[in-house]
């Protein structure tokens, strides 16, 4: 259990008195559970709320742009792997690389300086709208935002569902392990949002805090066992071969800072994109849409 402060305790941390602390509650979004009439605040999220709302980073210096290097920071997908594999098949003399830091994690690797694109697929309060808020607050501008795919997401389940899951709020009222994505990825933020719109209280959640890197991994550990449920994207339920509870669809977008949208190795990148060699390679799997893929999402 990650540790827990005390209104009293979070008051001191920030530097302002309780009160004020109930008014950053109510309309700054500070992250708080009230449990048995009280007020708690996991650390950690607090940490990331005040790193959220830091504003004037300091500049960092661009590293000398490179046209034989791809560099994509964020969100993991099993597609957006492979197509990176297809892309240095067609382009022999480029090298791609990933960095698995989760959708809020390529945001802050875009600021930094050290990537080309960031995924992302952030949902904002509306849930109709993705990464546009969280661009903004990391970014402080909006990049150049396209479409990678659409996505269902949803909870990986055993093959015939044996502990017949049948909604969020069941993962609180059945004896279950669950298997979890660490905090900053947008399908922890969407599996959260959804646990706290069913009134599951996560402190008696059995596995709650165990966190792992890729959507593979939450069905890997189902598939062995491990666990009876987890966050993760259609694809991995059909490529297992486990059942799975739909959430929704979700917009997975690429994220491109507009220093780097002419670079040679993004523009030949986002070109590839509606290439058929993709849409076959999309078909072999359930739970993609790519009616939008290669869409110039911002600015539109």
Known sequence: ??????????????????????????????????????????????????????????????????????????SNDLLLERTLSLFMELYPD???????????????????????????????????????????EVLQELPAVVNFARREQGIILPPGNPKKIGSIADLGSKNLTVVNRPLGTGTRLLFDRMLEAAEVDVSNLKGYGDELPKHIDVGLEVLSGRADCGPAIRPVAGLLGLDFMPLGWE?????????????????????????????EMASTMS?????MTGKMIFPG
């Open 94 to 136: 480029q090298t791609a690389v990933f960095g698995n830091l989760g959708s809020l994690g390529g945001l802050k690797a875009l600021r930094r300086g050290v990537c080309h694109m960031a995924s992302s697929h952030l949902a904002q309060d509306s849930g109709e709208e993705y990464n546009f808020s969280f661009a903004r």
């Open 1 to 74: 259990m990650k540790k827990l402060l005390s209104t009293k305790e979070v008051a001191h941390k920030l530097g302002v008195n309780e009160k004020m602390v109930y008014t950053l509650i109510a309309e700054k979004g500070l992250p708080a559970s009230k449990v048995t009439g009280k007020w708690l605040f996991p650390s950690h999220l607090v940490d990331q709320w005040v790193e959220s709302k830091t504003i004037n980073y300091p500049e960092h210096s661009q590293p000398e742009p490179r046209e034989d290097l791809l560099v994509i920071c964020g």
């Open 251 to 279: 917009r997975f977008d690429l994220l491109i800072p507009k220093d780097r949208f002419f670079d040679k190795a993004v523009q030949l990148f986002l070109n590839m994109l509606p290439d058929k060699s993709i849409r």
């Open 287 to 291: 739970g993609y849409d790519l009616s």
